[in-house]
Structures are given as C-alpha cells and as structure tokens.
C-alpha cells in the first residue's frame, strides 16, 4: 500500500494550498487517515486526521483556517489549507491505517506514510 501526497507549493501569507493524499496497492479498508507536519528542528506533529466514520479532529493551531476532507470511494484524503501564515511552513505528510489484503482471505492492519509534500509561506 502507498500514499501519495500532492499539492504543496510557496504561497504569500493569507493565501490558500489545498494537499492531496491518494492510497493505492492492496486495500481491504482505510481506518483513520490524517495529516502531519514536521517543520524543520521540530517533532512531527498531528494536524487533522478524520475517521471511517467521519469524526474529525484539528490541532488547535489550524481550527478555522484548515479542513479535511475524504473521499472514501476513491481513497482520497484533502487538506484545504487557507488563511495560511508563515508558521505553516513545513513538510506535510498523509497517514492511513490501513488493513492491507494478504493472501487468500488474509487481511493484516499497517500504518503507511506518504512522501511528504513542502509547504512554504512566506511574509
């Protein structure tokens, strides 16, 4: 199973990005997907994540400005980032529990990590 992060860029501070996440590979079903950043000489930290049933949670740095989103169908995950601030600033990585189709009926859970995407606002 893979995640593939898409859609950062630099944008002005105030200006919006919007991140893409798409898993593929051998999926049985997605449990919780989320958004991390690291920003540099810091910890990774949870930005929003959402469950299979659509509970949501955000860090309280990006309430109000940041919503995640998820398609379920095509096991898509967004992040509308807007109202963005230089703080923002970071490498962006999707998350997804995933249990992971194996052998015959065989299913087995897995945490996967996309790439990471940058985001860069600057003042």
């Known amino acids: 199973v893979q995640l593939q992060a898409f859609g950062g860029g630099l944008v002005q501070a105030g200006g919006s990005l919007r991140l893409s996440c798409a898993a593929s590979?051998?999926?049985?079903?997605?449990?919780?997907m989320g958004w991390y950043r690291q920003a540099p000489g810091q910890e990774r930290e949870l930005v929003a994540d959402?469950?299979?049933?659509?509970?949501?949670k955000y860090a309280d740095s990006v309430k109000g400005r940041f919503t995640i989103s998820r398609d379920y169908a095509r096991n898509t995950l967004y992040l509308q980032m807007n109202s963005l601030k230089p703080e923002d600033t970071a490498v962006y990585y999707c998350?997804?529990?995933?249990?992971?189709?194996?052998?015959?009926?065989?299913?087995?859970?897995?945490?996967?990590w996309g790439q990471g995407t940058q985001v860069t606002v600057s003042s």
């Open positions: 998350n997804a529990g995933v249990r992971v189709r194996g052998k015959g009926w065989d299913t087995y859970p897995s945490h996967v």
């Open positions: 590979g051998s999926i049985f079903s997605i449990n919780d």
């Open positions: 959402i469950t299979s049933d659509g509970r949501i």
